[in-house]
């Protein structure tokens, strides 16, 4: 049974940049027939000329358009707009007055405040130091920072100058940089001084010896102080042979010139993204200019009502891609809230007590946050008004039904949710919200614009109110260039295009409804299958959230006597044992809320539960170590010390 949550009047619906578009469109594009979502998901999906051609024209893009398409039964080397021109870090600096631009909080209450003026005299001061240093178009520019302004400053110069950006965030070790950033050759590494997380700082200084003895085409390094505090002595790194040594301040003290935006080629590399390497060595996910700027204006604009003057905030570090579709808000003359350090230190609501300060229009954070402030009882509604708040983004895992209800009962009753799902692949959504359709509990409300995206059975068919694999039937333009260093694109096909020919096959376990909304259970490879019947974790999750007793769960699938069982390792609150009685009632639970099917074979008591750097669960990583097969990648896991207690585990061994 569908449990409606909200819908949007029909002033908000009349206010909304969707319903301006709609208008735009029968204007300039003759789309008549164009009545409502549906309709004009089916016309962005059949006419992809003009579909994209009118998202330039209606967030009115700064460059040179072709309305040339080149579509390929290889989808990602379709190419659309072909031939335009444009540069992306003008898009994002269209303002150059005194209004804010970027807003900067740490954990600790630190506030940094910059205008759309301040950020372009940095943006041009940074331009100046990498043309003097030599850095041209596509040389590889590696950040290892925090989510800071400076971040953005010096991301917004290297796409300006036609160089490729690519970061990870300080709380990736040593080796796991080295890992990505020694793929794609960077000629200068930026790097913070320090970083602090739960009242805790952390020096990231010691690691550059390693790191340029281990990347021998860094030559130079560019140290940036953690805002509100005094530089770290950098004597030591000055000692490293051939290497030369910059300073933030430095850089800062120069002269500021009016910034020559060269423009590129629509398809000109702008960013490499990392996969989370949990499977093996982090892919390097190469991405063009146009397509990821075409791509996050329909989104941020169409999808999420972003409009000028908002303030967007998203909890994100600068290894995610979130943070990539944070920063992109820049181009809809929209302000940004940067937030860096631990989400609830010192307190539960943080997060919303700096929304409401700041009066943030769009708030974005991870399911796992959402239903953490669930399980602990925090009433945000109580204490923050949130006045202007219109949209909640959640990402990262599936949202469960309970979050849903959460966040209208706790946190603010006229507000659209929307829960969002894509990926570092498309560095975009596949599946999103839109202010027109219900917010139904549990459920995405449609695929995304010019998105043919679907659910397919193994054989390959289209399902509808079954489960199966989240595929999209066409391209679209910010699907990735190329992987790095991936001769004939092998890489590339076997990742995406292997299980379905002519088909992105994704890698969710997913429902479509016959009313189009979505339903993630997720990831295909975390996916349950005992008696051969495929089953969701989320699903397993969900029913956990009704016990006060139950911090966490994790779900695997235990190879067992030629069969598949299913083994649910949970973290409890403290003090609270494992007790049978406990067992039996979770057991019950499950077998009434998801099905006998999903009835673990075993239930077992675990200290805490090993999770990406962006906080998803890593039940691929567990199911290994149970089966005794080798982890590829630890450095990709955030807490790899846990995985120790998994290792030989009695209960497993009968």
Known sequence: MTKILWKASAS????????????????????????????????????????????????????EKKEKIKLSKNLYQSKFLFNSKLNFAENMLRKKDADLAITFKSENGFTEKKTWKDIYNNTSKIISFLKTND??????????????????????????IGAIWSSCSPDFGTQGVIERFSQIDPKILIVVDRYYYNGKEINVLSRVPEIVKNIKSIKKVLVINYPGKK??????????????????????????????????????????????????????????????????????????????????????????????????????????????????????????????????TLFGVSAKYIDTLNKDKVNIKSKYKLEKLRTICSTGSPLSGNGFEFIYKKVKSNVHLASISGGT???????????????????????????????YNDKGKSV?????????????????????????????????????????????????????SFVIYGRSDATLNPGGVRLGTAEIYTVLERFSE?????????????DIRI??????????????????????????????????????????????????IVELAVKNIIEGNKIKNIEAISNPEILKSFENIKELKD
Request: aromatic share 12%; with cysteine.
């Open 550 to 562: 139950i911090e966490e769960g994790l779900a695997i699938g235990q190879t067992w006597k030629n």
């Open 425 to 455: 692949d498309i560095v975009s959504c596949f599946v999103l919200g839109n202010i027109y359709e219900p917010v139904v509990k549990g459920q995405i409300q449609n695929c995304g614009l010019g998105m043919d995206v679907d659910v």
């Open 231 to 360: 530089n770290l002595d950098t004597k030591k790194i000055k000692k490293i042979k051939k290497i030369k040594i910059y300073k933030w301040k430095d850089i800062l003290k120069t002269k500021t010139s009016k910034i020559e935006f060269e423009k590129f080629d629509f398809e000109h590399e702008l960013a490499i993204l990392y996969s989370s390497g949990t499977t093996g060595k982090p892919k390097c996910i190469c991405h063009r200019a146009g397509g990821v700027l075409l791509q996050h204006l329909k989104e941020h604009q169409l999808h999420c009502d972003i409009k000028p003057g908002d303030k967007v905030f998203y909890f994100t570090t600068c290894g995610w891609m979130m943070w990539n579709w944070l920063v992109s808000a820049l181009s809809s003359n929209a302000s940004l809230l940067l937030f860096d350090g631990f989400p609830m230190y010192k307190r539960k609501d943080l997060l919303f007590k700096i929304a409401n300060e700041e009066k943030v």
């Open 12 to 63: 908000q619906i009349e206010n909304s940049n969707l319903y301006r578009y709609e208008k735009f469109l029968k204007i300039n594009y003759k789309t008549k027939k164009i009545k409502n979502y549906k309709s004009l998901l089916s016309w962005s999906i059949k006419q992809p000329k003009y579909f994209w051609s009118s998202i330039w024209d209606f967030a009115k893009v700064y460059g």
């Open 464 to 516: 509808k109110n079954k489960k199966g694999e989240l595929v999209c039937k066409n391209s679209f333009p910010s699907m990735p260039i190329k992987f790095w260093n991936d001769k004939n694109d092998t890489k590339l096909k076997n990742a995406y295009f292997n299980k379905y020919p002519g088909v992105w096959h994704h890698g969710d376990f997913a429902e479509k409804t016959k009313s189009n």
């Open 135 to 160: 850095i041209k178009s596509k040389d590889r520019v590696a950040a290892y920072l925090p989510n800071i302004i400076g971040t953005v400053e010096c991301f917004l110069a290297t796409s300006s």
């Open 567 to 616: 083994v649910l390792f949970l973290v409890l609150k403290k003090n609270i044992k494992l007790t049978e009685k406990l067992k039996i009632e979770i057991k019950k639970s499950i077998r009434k809320y998801a099905s006998p099917r999903h009835v673990p074979n075993k239930l077992i008591q675990i200290g805490d539960i090993p999770r990406t750097k962006n906080g998803k």
